[in-house]
């Protein structure tokens, strides 16, 4: 079956450490979207990638990375400098077609509490 | 840039009864309108779009949506709702773009609907 699979789907974290979020998806979409969730707060989205080896921040980038060396694959690291990263997150994938709209499916998400 | 307002953070309802969750949008452009529902610790599954066309579209589990230009509101609405419709759901707004363009999805802040016995 087609899908997104996220990894792991609950996350703690000690302050000042670094992790990683794996985002893997076997759609064939060209691409691959990161949100951040908080509670009453919807979805805000973190990085994009449009294509292999090219990404943008989103709207609230500041203390995350990401990396697009696969087409399947955009983890994204949470940094020591994210000062709040407790929440749940989002990866999300599309397809980059000529119609009006691209779909974006989800993946089942990460809930990364920092203890 | 696009904003979207969910009116109510809260919505209870018992089992059966009709239900309508409110968004209201802000744009200078055209836009797409979208409806996702998320339920406890999953993703997003997309109920139903509004592109362009008909008004009136009609979604996955029974749900429809109405989008009002003139009002800027694409309310959610079931005639009659089951314990199982029991989520969070979220509105989401998109510039409209010519062609293959890159679709920035706006959420609002979402609306936990409850439904009870």
């Known amino acids: 079956d087609g899908g997104i699979t996220q990894s792991p789907k609950y996350l703690f974290r000690k302050e000042g450490q670094n992790v990683t979020l794996s985002c893997e998806q076997n759609l064939n979409h060209d691409a691959m979207y990161w949100y951040r969730q908080d509670p009453g707060q919807g979805l805000r989205l973190i990085y994009y990638s449009q294509i292999v080896n090219d990404f943008q921040k989103g709207d609230i980038a500041e203390g995350y990375s990401v990396s697009r060396e696969k087409k399947e694959s955009f983890p994204l690291t949470v940094t020591s400098a994210q000062k709040n990263p407790t929440a749940f997150y989002l990866c999300?994938?599309?397809?980059?077609?000529?119609?009006?709209?691209?779909?974006?499916?989800f993946g089942p998400g990460t809930r990364l509490t920092v203890l | 840039a696009q904003s979207v307002t969910q009116l109510d953070s809260q919505v209870p309802v018992f089992e059966e009864a009709p239900v309508e969750l409110r968004c209201n949008y802000s744009?200078?452009?055209?836009?797409?309108l979208f409806w996702y529902v998320q339920y406890p610790n999953q993703g997003l599954q997309l109920l139903l779009k509004?592109?362009?066309?008909?008004?009136l579209v009609k979604g996955i589990n029974g749900f429809e949506a109405e989008f009002n230009k003139s009002q800027t509101s694409f309310h959610l609405r079931k005639p009659s709702v089951h314990i199982s419709d029991t989520a969070e759901y979220f509105c989401a707004v998109s510039k409209a773009v010519v062609s293959g363009g890159y679709n920035k999805l706006i959420f609002g802040a979402g609306t936990r609907l409850a439904v009870h016995p």
């Open positions: 999300a994938s599309s397809g980059t077609s000529g119609g009006l709209y691209n779909e974006q499916f």
């Open positions: 509004y592109l362009s066309g008909s008004t």
């Open positions: 744009s200078s452009v055209s836009v797409y």
